[in-house]
């Protein structure tokens, strides 16, 4: 018997499908949270959601300012923790170390980087909130401050372990040339390996912000969940709130139903959506440059 | 040639660097120890099998653990096909360079998104449009999604490394794409659908903001029945609800405890996937 037909090829059609709801998951999300969020954008207005400095829900009064402004200052100060030492552990671990300790010590953090966020949430109220209660004269422990600094000690590992990989990425000839033309180890370091990581670190330190910005739980459990604090500078040692702690709070039982109060709810989560995209999309351009 | 004041500035970077790896590495192990002094003497038999009772001051965590494990087991057996399907149709079915490329970074793009919003979805479509309520069947499918891109990069990295040439025999002898993918294929990358596996368990166990509106509670749940309205209990859940009113000393003790096997459970998952990682290093590198 002639086949005139190709057999239909069953190990596609399922692989292939199944792809296809990977794919339709990703964009489905990102469509949902635009499509609920209409709404607050009709109401507030892109620019009018986006700097509002007032959310009382209560009032129908919907703005985001203060929320960005709590999660960039919690990243960042994560960041201000995160990058000098992860990037210098790193360093050390590629430049210093032999190739079977560095193993070793790769191994460790990497495995550091899977502790739940729920058991740093816990460290952070037990121990690192009365620290900075105590320590700073606060009115109290739940600050932008503590989440900052919790979050950095957090992504430590996720920065070291990249900024490892960024590092050892750059080719051994590099290395050769610049102790070939008489550098010692530091210069060879500071001048021919750095440079040349340059982009890569760069990734990697984007990418540990964007978890930074993503992460909810162990935020939510010492950030103090305080809305419209003014976004300035005693702030940072006061309550306050982030995208994801909104996000995480039981306001989000409270909005549904109510269609304008869960636009902003789901404003805040596209928001959210868009920034992290962002990071991702840039981190990965970052690494692709050669 | 290397003068002695070179040589002694030349020392700076190294012990800088070396603080910082040294600080790095305290401050983690000190995340460890500070748990496993709080929460080891809490953990006995009787911790591990008991259910809970007066809201967490007595009794052990039974539910908690089972409600973890039903929920990391539900996820992997939905996340497992989806990657293993991805990962096939992206290297092997996949002809267009700038597809697969798309293919990769959307997976990039779903594992950089922060699990609140994955929760948030889940509570919108299964929790509410669906009508299931709080239900284990809701959480898993969300850990699902949230584990799929970790089992993906796993599977995928490891098809990479499928020798060219036999891939080339397996075609000059005449086999068509799918018996390449059963007889070639899945045997050799099935290792890192097992590595994926163990990380992306031991990343969803630990989870919280994804089940926090889709499956867990704090109480008044033993072993689901059925899929409406089934929630389950859970250790991170558990843990998040104490740590807010972590006052109560009484309370502590047994708080510290989840933390401990909560801690272990992950800690124990991600060493096992750990030899198989660095054998795919290795192999990277020779």
Redesign the interface.
């Known amino acids: 018997m002639i086949r005139t037909r190709p057999r239909l090829d069953l190990t596609r059609a399922t692989a292939g499908t199944l792809a296809l709801a990977v794919l339709a998951v990703l964009l489905g999300m990102g469509a949902l949270f635009f499509w609920q969020s209409v709404p607050v954008w009709k109401s507030e207005g892109i620019g009018g959601f986006l700097t509002g400095k007032q959310w009382f829900y209560r009032h129908e009064r919907y703005g985001l300012w203060t929320m960005l402004f709590g999660t960039g200052a919690v990243a960042l100060i994560a960041m201000l923790v995160a990058v000098p030492l992860g990037l210098g552990a790193a360093i050390f671990t590629s430049e210093f170390l032999s190739p079977k300790t560095r193993l070793v010590v790769k191994a460790l953090v990497e495995l550091l980087a899977g502790v739940p966020s729920v058991v740093y949430g816990l460290l952070g109220v037990l121990l690192l909130r009365n620290w900075i209660y105590e320590g700073l004269d606060l009115r109290t422990g739940d600050t932008l401050l503590t989440g900052g600094i919790l979050l950095g000690i957090m992504v430590l590992p996720t920065v070291m372990t990249l900024c490892d990989d960024a590092l050892q990425a750059v080719p051994a000839r590099f290395r050769r040339a610049a102790r070939g033309l008489g550098l010692t180890r530091q210069e060879t370091i500071l001048h021919a390996v750095l440079p040349q990581a340059r982009s890569a670190i760069l990734a990697s330190i984007l990418l540990g912000f964007g978890r930074a910005t993503g992460e909810t739980i162990a935020v939510f459990l010492v950030i103090g969940r305080q809305d419209n604090r003014s976004p300035d500078f005693s702030a940072l040692v006061s309550p306050g709130q982030t995208l994801t702690s909104k996000l995480g709070g039981s306001e989000l039982n409270i909005a549904y139903g109510d269609s304008l109060h869960w636009g902003a709810m789901m404003g805040v989560a596209s928001v959210l959506l868009l920034i992290s995209i962002l990071v991702t999309v840039g981190g990965r351009r970052l690494l692709r440059r050669p | ?2 003068t002695p004041r ?2 002694a ?6 012990w ?6 040294l ?3 305290l ?2 192990a000190g ?2 120890f ?2 496993a002094i709080r929460g080891l003497g809490t953990i006995d038999w009787a911790f591990l099998t008991e259910p809970m009772k007066r809201g967490g001051l007595e009794g052990g965590i039974v539910h908690h653990l089972g409600g973890t494990l039903i929920l990391v087991t539900t996820a992997l057996l939905i996340a497992l ?2 990657a ?3 990962g ?3 290297e ?2 996949c002809r267009r360079e700038s597809l697969k490329e798309a ?1 990769g ?14 929760g ?2 889940g ?3 299964l929790v ?1 449009w669906a009508g299931w309520g709080k239900s284990w069947l809701a959480g898993g499918i969300v850990l699902a ?1 949230m584990m ?1 891109p970790t089992i ?1 990069v796993a599977f995928v990295e490891r098809l990479r490394q499928v020798p060219r040439a036999q891939i080339q025999a397996a075609r000059g002898l005449g086999l ?3 018996q390449l ?2 007889s070639i294929l899945l045997p050799q990358a099935s290792s890192g659908l097992i590595t994926g596996s163990l ?1 992306g368990v ?2 969803a ?5 994804p089940i ?2 889709t499956a867990a509670i704090f109480s008044g749940a033993t072993w689901p029945d059925g899929l409406r309205e089934s929630p389950v209990l859970s250790l ?1 859940y558990h ?2 609800v104490l ?2 009113d ?1 006052l109560d000393p009484e309370a ?1 003790d047994r ?2 405890g989840t ?1 401990a096997v ?2 272990g459970l ?2 124990f998952l ?2 096992l996937a ?1 030899p198989l ?2 054998r795919i290093r290795r192999h990277e590198t020779s």
């Open positions: 040639m290397i070179k040589r500035t030349s020392q700076w970077l190294f800088i660097t070396g603080a910082c790896a600080m790095a590495v401050m983690l995340i460890l500070s748990v096909p989806l293993a399907g991805f096939i149709t992206q092997l079915y293919m970074t959307a997976i990039y793009l779903l594992n950089g998104l922060p699990s609140i919003l994955f948030i979805v509570y919108l479509v509410k999604v799929l993906t068509s794409r799918s993918c059963w990380l031991a990343r166990a630990g989870e919280t903001a926090l509106f991170p843990v998040f740590a807010q972590a502590q708080l510290w933390a909560l801690l992950v800690m991600s060493a750990l990682r660095l």
